[in-house]
């Protein structure tokens, strides 16, 4: 059986059309129509990844992903009008894995929700050891959780994706556009600003367990991972 996917959108032609293609693609899906029904759902039941759209009723959909980050780390695409990057912008920062504008193409849809997936798993089968180290930092790809001196660090999934990249390169500038193939698994594309979303985020988890200044910016040239500290 393939991947559980919970579409969580009130448009129900929409939910309808993408539960085709994706079953037709190898996922198995459920959709909520209600962003309160949704919160409470993900409470109970289990799924490998959420779609979950901007605009709900009941609770908006930022609130609904704001809610979900408080218990679960499950991957979650957002689907966000298109231009609006303010939307796209809050909802990474509340800890969304990626995003895609609507009217999307279900094809690639089902691309995204593949590589948020493929990257977790091919973090597991690729590593040579499961504990990467790098000064205080430590990084498990077993259960994919990530420590500061010693201390969780509450990485989203995608959040653990840039960090072990950043890590495993710890010392060398990293390039936006390898972070983006390798932490997303898409190309970096024109005025995406995901990559530098997530490194904020994980910047500030760093930094509140005294991880200052750890993750540098190379301007024009990318990111670096330094072992101090």
Known sequence: MGANVLIIDDDRELCALLSDFLSLEGFTTQAIHDGTEAVAHCRNQDHDAIVLDIMLPGLQGLDVLRQIRQFSNIPIL???????????????????????????????????????????????????????????????????????????????????????????????????????????GRALSAYDRSIDVHISKIRRK????????????????????????
Do not use: W
Request: hydrophobic content about 40%; overall charge negative.
């Open 78 to 184: 957002m689907l966000t009008a298109r231009g609006e990057d303010t939307d796209r912008i809050l909802g990474l920062e509340l800890g969304a894995d990626d995003y895609l504008p609507k009217p999307c193409n279900p094809r690639e849809l089902a691309a995204r929700i593949r590589a948020i997936l493929r990257r977790g798993n091919l973090l597991v089968d690729e590593a040579p050891t499961p504990v990467l180290q790098a000064g205080k930092t430590a990084m498990n790809t077993a259960d994919r959780s990530a420590m500061y001196d010693g201390i969780d660090l509450q990485l989203t999934s995608t959040e653990f994706n840039v960090l072990h990249v950043l890590v495993t390169n710890a010392g060398t500038v990293v390039s936006k556009e390898l972070l983006s193939e390798q932490a997303l």
């Open 206 to 229: 760093l930094a509140a367990l005294g991880g200052d200044n750890l993750i540098v910016s190379v301007r024009g040239s990318g990111y670096q991972f330094r072992t101090g500290s």
